[in-house]
């Protein structure tokens, strides 16, 4: 294993997380260009304002599978270290396409679609705690802000011995970060209660 290796599995998994699935499909669909509605936003629940329900599921399904399909790609063809960085790329290239100048989703939904492909009880236990988050709070934000801020914690304790255990921490660390980042708005709402619930004309449910 070396560099070369690493940054080509870094640029592969990019250009597969930079896919915007959520405006190539609204496009697709007649319903012009998604950043133009709502918050603007290329994930699921700006593409469920549009009232397409069934674009909205696609869009998490896809973003979601580009990061699952990312991480598995880079562990069969080069194991675990190529896995890493193949999963990174992909979530940095939904936060930051080329294709849209660098402003693309909050990344919850390909988060948890590299956790899934990281190691799929990783990925279960991230879905199972945004799903008991929004259960009881009704905030999707409060849930994928949660749900990330564990992950690196589940990382550690569950990676079987075939995988880095700190490598994968620490990749759900920086995801953690970075989602954070993006949901630095959602964050001062919560801090305001002024963030929509679940099921409010503002908000939908499903991962940003």
């Not at 390909?110 to 492909?117: I, N, R």
């Not at 079987?160 to 949901?183: N, Q, S, W």
């Amino acid at each position: 294993m070396n560099t070369t290796h690493l940054l080509i599995a870094l640029a592969g998994g990019y250009l597969l997380g930079a896919i915007p699935f959520g405006l190539l499909l609204t496009k697709l669909a007649g319903l012009g260009d998604i950043r133009a509605i709502g918050s603007g936003n290329i994930g699921a629940t700006n593409v469920l304002r549009t009232g397409r329900k069934d674009l909205a599921l696609a869009t998490l399904l896809l973003d979601g599978g580009k990061g699952t399909a990312a991480a598995l790609l880079g562990l069969y063809f080069g194991g675990p270290d190529i896995m890493l960085a193949a999963a990174f790329g992909a979530f940095i290239g939904h936060l930051f396409p080329v294709w849209l100048k660098f402003n693309g989703g909050k990344g919850v939904a390909t988060f948890l679609g590299v956790t899934l492909g990281l190691y799929w009880p990783l990925g279960l236990l991230c879905c199972a705690t945004w799903l008991l988050m929004a259960a009881v709070f009704r905030y999707s934000s409060l849930s994928a802000l949660v749900a990330a801020a564990l992950s690196p914690l589940y990382a550690w304790l569950i990676a079987p011995d075939t995988l880095p255990a700190a490598g994968m921490a620490a990749l759900c660390a920086i995801m953690a970060l970075l989602v954070f980042i993006r949901h630095h708005q959602n964050i001062r709402r919560l801090l305001k209660g002024e963030e929509p619930k679940i099921g409010k004309k503002k908000d939908a449910a499903g991962p940003a």
